[in-house]
């Protein structure tokens, strides 16, 4: 960890007067330790260091499109006003028996199979898997793409979102790990 003073300098051009602030930073960086020898070596609290901070506009500019786009949506008013009797937040009157995975819980295969009932219905409907941590949220959306993307045809897709990019790339994750799953139960049956 490095911890000391720094002086931060804050100009848009070069002909400005630049705006100047001294501030206490603590910097903790994650390297070997031969990179950690030669950073000692050319960095210390006495010395000037440039610091970029790196970050991507895209994350902000889609929630901007999003936003300005909602209102093209048809069901944007049940999103922003729902109702109880609004058919899009209503469970499909269907039933599907087909989903046993005895490494889930009830709710868990309940919410599968509301999921995959909600997919065949003709009304379009919202699912949302929410919850606190550790309890497979992830596993649990794993296995609804894996039963929807059996039965996806031409016109329909499947969105997926997450809060965060790790977030989705650990749902994608657990995606790929359902589908490697699948292959070798696959495997397995066709070598027996």
């Given amino acids: ?17 630049p705006t100047v602030r001294e501030t206490r930073l603590q910097i903790e960086i994650y390297i070997s330790g031969e990179c950690y020898n030669v950073f000692l070596k050319d960095h210390n609290v006495n010395k000037f260091m440039n610091i970029k901070r790196l970050t991507s506009l895209t994350p902000i500019k889609r929630h901007i499109t999003a936003i300005t786009n909602l209102s093209e949506w048809l069901q944007y008013k049940s999103l922003l006003a729902p109702t109880l009797n609004d058919p899009y937040y209503q469970v499909a009157e269907q039933s599907d028996g087909t989903i046993e995975d005895h490494s889930f819980s009830h709710e868990q295969t309940k919410a599968i199979k509301i999921a995959v009932n909600m997919f065949d219905d003709i009304q379009e409907r919202f699912f ?6 550790s ?23 499947i969105l997926i979102c997450a809060p965060s990019n790790t977030a989705h790339y650990e749902l994608m994750k657990k995606i ?6 699948i292959n070798q139960t696959i495997q397995g049956k066709i070598q027996k």
């Fill in 135 to 157: 309890i497979s949220k992830s596993k649990t959306v794993a296995h609804v793409v894996g039963h929807l993307l059996k039965k996806l045809d031409g016109d329909k897709e």
């Fill in 176 to 181: 790929l790990d359902y589908f490697n799953q």
């Fill in 1 to 17: 960890m490095i911890d000391g003073t720094w002086t931060i300098v804050q100009s848009k051009k070069k002909e400005d007067k």
């Fill in 128 to 133: 949302l898997i929410d919850g606190p941590t």
